[in-house]
């Protein structure tokens, strides 16, 4: 595609109001239980305009990151973050590599079914929780997977689905935030970043504003065990939609 959908230039405007809502609905679930804005619009967006994820997706990434960071920054659990980064800078390779070299589909396939077995597991017995050698695995899986899909976070968000939320929110924060910005450095660095990128991203963001300011008043609502579901949920639908999209 010569050209993003989402380009003013491209007067578009039902794929911006289309695109936006989408954005807005991430944004908003995100900011209420940690993460979810890649997981809902990476798909989505993909069948409006492929050329929309993960660049653009990414993009906005790093701005509801970093104020959800800012908004409950003294629940971040920097530990955690850095020990996630260590695997996720590897990880970002392998996604990179796997765009270059294997059927996308196929990978996204991979990527949906892994995210379902982790959520089973945790249902059934597994207790999942983030030790060192835990966060290092999640951060390289949620590095392959975020690169090349843009769907990152059940990997690190399944390991802390039994923190309270604002630990949840804060520290997924901070690491979507430096994780996103790893990888489009990496995707700039492997030349799949492009000027089109850039006004996409500034189109969608302030849908994804609107969604952050929105979800302000649900983080009362959602913790215990509606934040544990609710991060198991999410997780579980988004899997879900990926392998149902790359199957048909």
Known sequence: ?????????????????????????GAVVQGSIGYGLNLLAGPLL???????????????????????????????????????MVGRLPGNVLGVLAVASLPLAQF??????????????????????????????????????????????????????????PVVRATLGAYFLLASISSVVTLLIAG?????????????????LAGFAASGPLRKFLRGPRLRYAVLGVAAASAMFLILRNLF
């Open 108 to 165: 996204n396939i991979v990527i949906g079914v892994s995210v379902l077995v982790c959520v089973g597991l945790s249902m059934l017995s597994l207790k999942l929780s983030p030790t060192r050698p835990g966060l290092v695995v999640a951060g390289a899986a949620s590095g392959a997977f975020g690169t090349a899909s843009s769907i990152g976070g059940p990997p690190i968000a399944l390991l802390y689905q039994h923190s309270t939320g």
């Open 46 to 84: 993909a069948l409006i305009d492929p050329a929309l994820v993960p660049v653009p997706v990414l993009m906005i990434a790093c701005v509801q990151a970093a104020l959800a960071v800012v908004r409950e920054h003294k629940h971040t659990e920097w530990r955690g973050v850095g020990w996630a």
């Open 192 to 208: 799949q970043v492009r000027v089109e990128h850039l006004s996409a991203a500034a189109v969608l963001l302030p849908f994804m």
């Open 1 to 25: 595609m010569s050209a993003l959908m989402l380009d003013p230039a491209s007067g578009s405007s039902v794929g911006l109001l289309v695109a936006g809502l989408i954005v807005l609905v």
